[in-house]
């Protein structure tokens, strides 16, 4: 190899160490000087005085340097990518962990109204038996029948379903359809399974009406939503 070959080599060999140098240097946080490639320049210049039987050794040492320079970036790299993979791993644990603790706090409080509306329905309540059966009865009579016989939370969406339906009159007949009575069953006769005077005592009605309400719609607050969005139960 001819000396000026042989400089030219020693240039890019010690460039390859400054290169090595900038990587380092960025890693720890330096910053590499500008006299820092001069003098190593400087100092490569003088690897033309190699002998010729030892060029091969600066020929492996130069690309030793330049694989070591490549390695230390992929390093950096994997590094770099290892540390995002895991940050969006983290944020998609966190949002599933979040979603799960929306979910079971939503189920626990469903399930907490379910047991509410279950006690109050089984709650000791006055029964259609319960009242002495008249001739005829006001509607402030019927209301106290119903408060006295539909549960206390429940009372207000009963009342305004029949307000809705009968404006509290245990006679109403829907001409057209047939309906009957406070709640208007459709037919009337479906009261029968409250009892046989369906017809005549308002207690009968308001059992079947809660009844009804009770297995069809969870309770009568539940009938009421129901109503709300469709104009009828």
Known sequence: MSRISVRGFAV??????????????????????????????????LLADIP??????????SLTQQAD??????????????????????????????????????KAEEERKEREEAASRSAARADASDFAVQSSYTVAQVQAMAQQMIPGDQFTCFSNIVNHEST???????????AYGLVQAL????????GADWQTNPATQIKWGLNYMNERYGSPCGAWSFWQANHWY
């Not at 330096?30 to 001069?38: G, K, Y």
Request: charged fraction near 20%.
């Open 168 to 178: 509290w009159n245990y006679q109403a007949t829907n001409p057209s359809s047939g």
């Open 12 to 45: 890019a060999s010690a460039t390859a160490v400054t290169a090595v140098g900038s990587v380092v240097g960025v890693a720890s946080g330096s910053t590499a000087q500008p006299d820092d490639l001069e003098l190593t320049a400087s100092d490569a210049t």
């Open 69 to 106: 320079v490549q390695a230390i970036a992929a390093d950096a790299s994997a590094k770099k990518e290892a540390e995002e993979a895991a940050r969006k791993k983290a944020a998609e644990d966190a949002i599933t962990k979040q979603k799960a603790a929306e979910e079971a706090e939503k």
């Open 187 to 194: 037919p009337g006769s479906k009261m029968a399974s409250a």
């Open 52 to 61: 010729a039987g030892q060029q091969a050794q600066v020929q492996t040492a």
